[in-house]
Structures are given as structure tokens and as C-alpha cells.
């Protein structure tokens, strides 16, 4: 142990003999070595020693020669990989290691086993087989890819002497080693892209053991090459894919899934289009409705909810081209479409039997109960982008799919007087804006998104559906709120959440959506509302960081009510100047009886009070009280019925005016007597009073006051963290470090 003595030497390191027994102790890690065929080594290994001399070490004790050809593993059947000096921080007590060929000798045994012109069938079976293991561990890859490994795999492939097992051991290896992206996707040809793309041909394949991996290969060819999309293209569709999604196999399915997700995003318009068309068949939907997302249920996993998710993203993301580009109005097709909007809510044609609310006046009077802002020239309401003229689409879907419910909004809103009514152009091309917001339509979809709608599988125009839901859903809930046009943008807040809360519950149709939307009501929001503010109010209060806020708020808090008081105090108050022999009377019939008034301020300078007789109106000034109490000479405060007044003269029954009396109890002479004329008025006095004494505010309106201030305080601290949740605990604090020599190995 190092002397006293010698740590004060001048020049020497000052290292705590614990510092070194703690950092030696961590380094050291107790594990086991196992190698086929001999006994494990027990082995305390140092994390400070290169990784070579420990295999050396090793290799030493086993008396194997050329130990740089030996490699430690780990021994878990789900990870097998090789341990490096990056890697070997993974390395703790009790683990079980093998000492394994090295990374570099196992790649070169295994190309010559899988070579074709060195190695027999059986053996090349088992070197793919093995292969197809090792490939996931980048140590092994980056060596095997070194000595053209991939090569060897793409010729086998190409060669099409493979079928069956042995050639699904070498797609899922050569999928395993481009994993590690060490090679680029463009290393591959249209010739290998075509024989892999045969193990997809539904009409052939009859074996299904490669079917997953030449998928996968696929759909990274797509994403990653830059020059072979087109040669995918050419050997497989969309149309060759989807059946592959009625496989009662989870992952041919994703995979499945996945490639055509890539063939959609990756084609051009022309192509989008036709692929889009086929995804919106009867069939495609119903495949994907019972047999991806009915037959997994709760099995379904993150990576196929998320194909599913971005299937829906793109789908939706069609109509990025309408929503970002505004109305020509001088074209003649878009002046077409809005008169048919005109002429599908107005009779237009002059039928005598129809309803005279629905006659036509003129055009100009028909786009002003339609809602459009300039009636000489409605085409440029959509003139604005986004939403452009994705608006004008979807109202003329809900004017052609469903003119009754089309005419019944149009009329409602026509019928109601000017204040209250909702334009429908208006409110369509804003909803049409606020449901793009919320479906994410313009938006690039992301990479963690997993959040898709089974309702959208049930209808071949999805959003056009959505929209004609939810514009008669704002149509109700503007009435239900009896709306003007000031409450536009309420409303429309309302229908949002109505809207969000309603998508919560994934509904699996539109008829479930539009049920939910029902129970949705306007008062079913506001109590949403309410119930979920009090809920935070409550949790907030309850979260020890809230608590910690409120104790370190509350002294200034209490001063801010404590000055408020003293002001009072200064105002002054008219009392009743009580006599000793008057008894006190039923409040209810008849006055008290009292000889005179009497008027008390507290001084500025909050050291007496002054005080002096006055009349029934008076309100004396500070320098007519010419009588004063010194605050030093006050000795106490008595309430209610401690008072000797309360006492000596006993209220009638049915009065409470003990509830308001109090006494200032002075040293030398008699006390002082007051009864406050309310309980308001006796809380700030006798809070004042205290508070001058140095005593507690104990009243009931400090309390409040107290509650209250304290809450408003808390709420203006806490607008930043709006939408952050307040942990009821704080995270613990990290337990310092047994030492301060901190050293990072690379």
C-alpha cells in the first residue's frame, strides 16, 4: 500500500490504491474457452491485453501451433460471431467462448468447398450450408467478400445448376454478405437479376425454399442499384407478385409485400399509375384485407405493419399532384365541373315539382349559397395550393357519389340565416387541407411509420370516401355548436380531433368510422376535454417534480397574499364600535346596538395602527385618527368565540356573529373589539393582523387564494412543456464513478 509519505512527495503520481484494485477488477472478466474435443479453459481475461496474446495464451495451453489462425466466438446459438477488438466489450462475466478457425481461415476452407471445380456435391452442400450461418457476422463477410467470395455466389447462381436447398443457401448468404454493405448493388447483371427473378415466376416455381430470399434480392436491387430497375421490371410485375401474398407464410409475405412497395415507389407516373390501378382492384384488396392483415391479427409485426404502412402512404401520396397544383381558371373543363357542382345542389333545368328552396335564381346567387368567395369567377377559390385542386376533386366525388347527402348539406346551410351559415366551398377546401395534415398526404413516409387503416382496403377510391364522411360530419357538428362564421376555425378545430380520436380505434371499415364519429359528438369532445385536463391537472400535481415546484414557489406566493392583506389593512375598515353593556341582537330583525363608529387604518410604515371615531358614512383619512396602537405593543389576537365581547354578550340563537369577532389584545390595556361585517372582511383582517405578529395566515381565504395563485403560477411555468409528459419521478441520478481516470479504447 502507498505510504502517506509517499503520495505528498512533490513529482510523484497520486493514484488511490483503490482507483487501481476497482479499474483491474472491471477489466477483468471470468469466462470459459471450449474447443471440440479438449477440456475447457477457465480463464480470467484481461480487457487491457491485446486480443492476440490472450489467443495466444490460449493456443499455448492447448499446445496449438500458428495461433494467428484461431479466432475466440461467442458460444450463444444466437450469436455466433466472431469477437474483435471492436466487439470484445460485449464480453462479460460467465460468458462461454469457443476458440474457433479464424475469420480469414474459414472463408478460404469454405470457397474451396463451395467452388465448383474443386469441391464434390455433398461438400458443396455443406459448405453453403454453413455459409449461409456465417455470412450475418461482418468479421466473416468482410474476409469472404476479400477472396471474391461474392463471385463465386453469383456465378452459382447464374450457372442454374443449383434447385431447391442448395440454391436457397446460397440466395440467403448472398442476401447475408450484401447486408453488410461492403459491395455495391450495382456489381450485379441483368443475367443474375433474370435467373433470380425465375424463383419468383408463380406459374414455375413449384419449390419454395428460395422463394423468400430471391424476393428480398429483388426489392434491394430496386432500392440500391442505380441502373437495374428497368431489368427488374422486365421480368416481374406487380401482377406476378400479389398472388404470393395468399402464402400462409408470414415472412414470404413481407416479402412479397416489400417488393412491390419498391416497384411502386421507385416507377414513373405512368407506371405508378397502372400499378396503383391493380392495387385498387377488388381482388388485391380483399387478398390483402383477409389474408395479410385478417389472417395475422395480433401475430402481425413491426416490419409488416410497416410495409403495410407505406403501401397506404403512397397510395394516398396519388394525389400529391392535385393537392400541390392550383385550378386553371380559364380551363374550360374545370368551369364544367364546378357548374356541375351548381347544377347537381340547384334545379338548373327548371323542374316545376321540385322543392322551391332548390330553384335556381342565377349563377352568381347559386356559388354564393354554394360558398364559393368570388361568385364572378368561382374557379380561382382554388386558386391557393396546397390544397389546389385536390379540394374541387373531392367535392365533385361527394357531389357525384352521394348527391343526396351532397344536396342535403348544400340546402341545410342555404336555409339557415347569413350568420349561421357554413360555406361548403369554403369549409371543403379547408377540411380537404386539414385531412391531408392528418393522413400525412405530401409527406415522404418514414422509415419507423407503422401505423396504417384497414378501412382504406375497403374502397377503391379511399380518401374520396374519407372526405365525403367527414365534410357531413363538420356539417353536423357546426350545428351542433350552432356556429357562425367567426367559429370557423373552431369548428373546424372540433372536427380535427373528432376526426384523430375517431382514427385511434384503427377501424377496420368506413362503416365502423362513421359509427365512431357519431359517438364523437360535439359534448362528447368537450368532456373528452375536460376529463383529460383534469386528468393532467391531477397527475401534474401529483408528479414529484410539480411538488418540488409548489414548495419552492409557495414563500412567494404567501408574501404576494401577505402584501395584498397589509394593503387592505392600509385602505382601512368602518367598524361597529362595540360597548360592553349592549347585548347582542338577532342580526336578522333588528340592528345591533352599538354607541358609535369607529375607523382603523394601518400606518404605511406598517408599525401602528391609527385609528378614530367617525360616522355611519365616514371614511377618515390617516391624519384625522388620532388615536394609535403600536404594533410592538400588541400581544395577541383572539377569534371568534374566545372573545371576551362574544362571551360576555351572547348571541341570540340563529346568529353567527361570534364566526366574524375578533380582539386585538394589547399589553397594558383592555382589548380591542371588532365584528366584521363579513367573513371576507374578517379573513384579510385577521390575516393581517397575523402577519404583522409574525404568526401564520390561517384563514380560508388564504388557503384559497393560496390554491389558486399557486396553480395559475405552475400552469404559465409549465406552457413549454405543452404535449410533454411529466414523469410522477424524476430519473434517478447516476451513481458516481468508482474513479475519475476515464480512458476510451478504441
Given at each position: 500500500m502507498t505510504s502517506r509519505s509517499n503520495m505528498a512527495q512533490p513529482g510523484r503520481d497520486r493514484v488511490l490504491p483503490t482507483t487501481a484494485r476497482t479499474s483491474r477488477s472491471e477489466n477483468i472478466k471470468k469466462v470459459a474457452?471450449?474447443?471440440?474435443?479438449?477440456?475447457?479453459?477457465l480463464l480470467e481475461l484481461d480487457q487491457n491485453r491485446p486480443l492476440a496474446a490472450i489467443i495466444q495464451d490460449v493456443c499455448h495451453a492447448w499446445n496449438l501451433g500458428d495461433p494467428d489462425t484461431y479466432a475466440l466466438q461467442f458460444s450463444e446459438p444466437n450469436r455466433q460471431k466472431y469477437i474483435t477488438e471492436r466487439s470484445r466489450s460485449e464480453i462479460q462475466n460467465g460468458n462461454v467462448l469457443q476458440l474457433k478457425e479464424s475469420p480469414a481461415k474459414t472463408a478460404e476452407n469454405l470457397y474451396k468447398l463451395i467452388d465448383q471445380q474443386t469441391g464434390s456435391a455433398e461438400e458443396r452442400i455443406r459448405g453453403l450450408t454453413e455459409l449461409s450461418k456465417l455470412s450475418a457476422d461482418a468479421t466473416f463477410a468482410t474476409?469472404?467478400?476479400?477472396?471474391?467470395?461474392?463471385?463465386?455466389?453469383?456465378?452459382?447462381?447464374?450457372?442454374g445448376k443449383y434447385k431447391g436447398e442448395p440454391l436457397s443457401y446460397t440466395l440467403k448468404s448472398f442476401v447475408a454478405l450484401m447486408d453488410h454493405s461492403i459491395i455495391s448493388w450495382d456489381v450485379l447483371d441483368a443475367e443474375f437479376i433474370k435467373k433470380v427473378a425465375e424463383c419468383v415466376n408463380y406459374k414455375s416455381s413449384q419449390d419454395n425454399s428460395c422463394l423468400q430470399s430471391a424476393l428480398v434480392i429483388l426489392e434491394l436491387v430496386v432500392l440500391n442499384s442505380t441502373d437495374k430497375l428497368p431489368v427488374v421490371e422486365q421480368v416481374v410485375t406487380p401482377t406476378i407478385i400479389t398472388p404470393y401474398l395468399e402464402k400462409h407464410d408470414l415472412d414470404i409475405q413481407k416479402s412479397a409485400?416489400?417488393?412491390i412497395n419498391a416497384l411502386f415507389m421507385k416507377a414513373d407516373p405512368e407506371k405508378k399509375k397502372k400499378i396503383a390501378e391493380n392495387l385498387q382492384s377488388r381482388t388485391v384488396r380483399n387478398t390483402i384485407l383477409s389474408q395479410v392483415v385478417g389472417s395475422t391479427g395480433n401475430q402481425m409485426g413491426q416490419e409488416m405493419a410497416h410495409q403495410l404502412y407505406l403501401l397506404q402512404a403512397m397510395m394516398l401520396n396519388l394525389h400529391e399532384d392535385k393537392y400541390f397544383t392550383a385550378v386553371d381558371p380559364h380551363n374550360q373543363k374545370v368551369l364544367q365541373d364546378i357548374e356541375e357542382l351548381r347544377r347537381i345542389a340547384f334545379d338548373v333545368e327548371g323542374d316545376p315539382n321540385i322543392n322551391t328552396v332548390r330553384k335556381s335564381q342565377s349563377p352568381a346567387q347559386d356559388y354564393r349559397k354554394l360558398g364559393f368567395y368570388n361568385v364572378s369567377h368561382p374557379a380561382r377559390d382554388f386558386a391557393t395550393t396546397p390544397p389546389g385542386s385536390l379540394a374541387l376533386h373531392n367535392m365533385l366525388y361527394f357531389a357525384?357519389?352521394?348527391?343526396?347527402?351532397?344536396?342535403?348539406?348544400?340546402?341545410?346551410?342555404?336555409s339557415r340565416a347569413d350568420e349561421h351559415d357554413c360555406p361548403f366551398v369554403k369549409a371543403s377546401i379547408t377540411l380537404t387541407l386539414k385531412i391531408c395534415e392528418i393522413l400525412h398526404i405530401g409527406d415522404t413516409p418514414t422509415e419507423e411509420g407503422n401505423r396504417f387503416y384497414p378501412m382504406f382496403f375497403h374502397h377503391d377510391k379511399p380518401f374520396e370516401e374519407f372526405f365525403s364522411i367527414v365534410i357531413q360530419l363538420l356539417n353536423k357538428t357546426w350545428r351542433e355548436m350552432k356556429a357562425t362564421a367567426k367559429d370557423f376555425e373552431k369548428v373546424l378545430g372540433v372536427v380535427k380531433e373528432q376526426v384523430i380520436r375517431a382514427l385511434e380505434i384503427h377501424p377496420a371499415t368506413f362503416d365502423a368510422f362513421k359509427n365512431r364519429l357519431n359517438q364523437l359528438s360535439y359534448a362528447e369532445i368537450m368532456k373528452l376535454w375536460e376529463l383529460e385536463r383534469q386528468s393532467k391537472e391531477e397527475w401534474s400535481s401529483q408528479a414529484k417534480p410539480i411538488?418540488?415546484?409548489?414548495?419552492?414557489?409557495?414563500p412567494e406566493i404567501l408574501e404576494l397574499i401577505k402584501q395584498q392583506r397589509l394593503n387592505v389593512l392600509e385602505e382601512g375598515t368602518r367598524f361597529n364600535k362595540y360597548t360592553a353593556k349592549a347585548r347582542m341582537k338577532d342580526t336578522m330583525k333588528k340592528r345591533q346596538s352599538y354607541d358609535k363608529y369607529w375607523y382603523w387604518r394601518l400606518a404605511p410604515n406598517h408599525k401602528a395602527f391609527h385609528y378614530g371615531v367617525c360616522s355611519e358614512?365616514?371614511?377618515?383619512?390617516?391624519?384625522?385618527?388620532?388615536?394609535k396602537l403600536p404594533i410592538m405593543d400588541i400581544?395577541?389576537?383572539?377569534?371568534?368565540?374566545d372573545c371576551t365581547h362574544v362571551k360576555e354578550n351572547r348571541p341570540r340563537k340563529g346568529t353567527n356573529a361570534s364566526d366574524s369577532a375578533f380582539s386585538i389584545i394589547p399589553d397594558t390595556s383592555e382589548s380591542y373589539n371588532f365584528v366584521a361585517s363579513s367573513e371576507l372582511e374578517f379573513d384579510h383582517w385577521t390575516d393581517g393582523i397575523n402577519a404583522l405578529l409574525g404568526n401564520p395566515m390561517t384563514s380560508r381565504k388564504t388557503e384559497a387564494d393560496l390554491e389558486t395563485l399557486l396553480s395559475m403560477e405552475i400552469k404559465l411555468r409549465l406552457l413549454d412543456t405543452e404535449g410533454i409528459t411529466i414523469p410522477k419521478n424524476p430519473p434517478p441520478m447516476p451513481k458516481e464513478p468508482s474513479n475519475y481516470n476515464f480512458i476510451y479504447n478504441l
Open positions: 474457452i471450449t474447443m471440440k474435443g479438449v477440456q475447457a479453459q474476409e469472404f467478400i476479400a477472396i471474391k467470395g461474392s463471385n463465386l455466389l453469383i456465378n452459382i447462381v447464374k450457372s409485400l416489400a417488393l357525384r357519389t352521394h348527391g343526396e347527402s351532397y344536396v342535403k348539406v348544400v340546402l341545410e346551410n342555404s411538488i418540488e415546484l409548489r414548495e419552492k414557489l409557495k358614512s365616514d371614511s377618515p383619512p390617516l391624519e384625522q385618527l388620532h388615536n400581544k395577541g389576537l383572539q377569534v371568534g368565540k
